[in-house]
T-cell receptor, first 116, second 112 residues
Framework: NAGVTQTPKFQVLKTGQSMTLQCAQD?????MSWYRQDPGMGLRLIHY???????DQGEVPNGYNVSRSTTEDFPLRLLSAAPSQTSVYFC???????????????FGPGTRLTVT | QQQVKQSPQSLIVQKGGISIINCAYE??????FPWYQQFPGKGPALLIA???DVSEKKEGRFTISFNKSAKQFSLHIMDSQPGDSATYFC???????????WGAGTKLIIKP
């Protein structure tokens, strides 16, 4: 059981470039989410999904796209990278039932992104 | 309404002492309050969680105290150990939505 995996671990982009952060989980969790973590700001939700084909915006969705074609994968796309998107990105997954996000979330190891 | 305010930002405690981290919320619809622990270079991991039907929950050296009327909850770490040195996040959510709202985090250092 690998849990939640994320690739790459580190990435440097130039302003305006695009890229996709990969996230996969093998726990058959319906709920998956992407967060960004910045110093002094905790974790902020970017996008989330409650199942294949269903996505929704979180607190800070601008500049990011997601899709969910399978239960296992939930990639995050940066459309045109900006220095403000320099951050550590975490993917998480959890069971999804009738209690919203009130289940244990399992996090990946993170992707450290720098935009110059 | 959606915020969770966490304090202190950083905390230094002697080995064997009690570490206390506090959180306050405004949204009375919140009904799930987890604490996550994060070590450097790792993702957060669930430490302990509470629902408002109880005022306290204990798991080993970790205790959550919950005050519904004051809209506050806190994490107590008894007999703090150097291995407890990490960043701790409180969070809150309601069963009716899918967004976990996070505090800003507390960097805890336990001095040997």
């Amino acid at each position: 059981n690998a849990g939640v995996t994320q690739t790459p671990k580190f990435q440097v982009l130039k302003t305006g470039q695009s890229m996709t952060l990969q996230c996969a989980q093998d726990m058959n969790h319906e709920y998956m989410s992407w967060y960004r973590q910045d110093p002094g700001m905790g974790l902020r939700l970017i996008h989330y999904s409650v199942g294949a084909g269903i996505t929704d915006q979180g607190e800070v969705p601008n500049g990011y796209n997601v899709s969910r074609s399978t239960t296992e994968d939930f990639p995050l796309r940066l459309l045109s990278a900006a220095p403000s998107q320099t951050s550590v990105y975490f993917c998480a997954s959890s069971y999804s039932g009738d209690m919203g996000s009130s289940y244990e979330q399992y996090f990946g190891p993170g992707t450290r992104l720098t935009v110059t | 309404q959606q915020q969770v305010k966490q304090s202190p930002q950083s905390l230094i405690v002697q080995k064997g002492g009690i570490s206390i981290i506090n959180c306050a919320y405004e949204n009375t619809a919140f009904d799930y309050f987890p604490w996550y622990q994060q070590f450097p270079g790792k993702g957060p991991a669930l430490l302990i969680a509470i629902r408002p039907d109880v005022s306290e929950k204990k798991e080993g050296r970790f205790t959550i105290s919950f005050n519904k009327s004051a809209k506050q909850f806190s994490l107590h770490i008894m007999d703090s150990q150097p291995g407890d040195s990490a960043t701790y996040f409180c969070a809150a959510s309601s069963d009716s939505n899918y967004q976990l709202i996070w505090g800003a985090g507390t960097k805890l250092i336990i001095k040997p």
